[in-house]
């Protein structure tokens, strides 16, 4: 389907709410998945760290690029239009935060051009932006 993508300022705070309400979600289809940050639990099961990427168009696995996120910072997130105005849970956490910045652009036609841009095809692999990942 038709995934409007939508760019929210959200202050580290709202950030860290998210990820920790994504992380209560693991093993169900409400977990989300991220880009740009890295996160690591304790083993209650509680977040211990939220470190998050310095150049988003340079995503350093080695963790040199991070820095630790700031409750009072603003950070840019980009979502999908289910998961900020649907989604149970997610949703609120977005509306508390203000209204978004529309993209113009679906999530399904910016993985499609991916995909034809790159020759490799599509590759996975495990890169430690999830514990147990």
């Known amino acids: 389907y038709k995934n409007l993508v939508l ?3 959200l202050h580290g705070a709202a950030v ?3 990820l920790e309400f994504s992380w209560s979600k693991r093993g169900t289809d409400g977990f989300s998945q991220v880009s740009g940050v890295r996160i ?3 083993t209650s099961g ?3 760290s939220i470190r998050i990427v ?3 168009k340079v995503e350093d696995l080695s963790g040199s690029k991070m820095v630790e996120l700031d409750d009072k910072v603003i950070y840019l997130v980009a979502t999908s239009v289910f998961q900020a105005q649907v989604a149970d ?3 609120d956490i977005f509306a508390a935060e203000g209204e978004p910045e529309p993209l113009n652009w679906t999530v ?3 993985m499609l051009a991916h995909f034809a ?3 490799t095809g599509v590759t996975g692999g495990l890169d430690g932006r999830i514990p147990g990942r």
Request: charge should be positive; proline fraction near 4%.
């Open 7 to 9: 760019n929210y300022k």
């Open 16 to 18: 860290r709410r998210l």
């Open 40 to 42: 690591h639990s304790a």
């Open 46 to 48: 509680a977040l211990t």
């Open 54 to 56: 310095t150049d988003p």
């Open 89 to 91: 849970g997610y949703r």
């Open 108 to 110: 399904n036609d910016t």
């Open 117 to 119: 841009r790159e020759s």
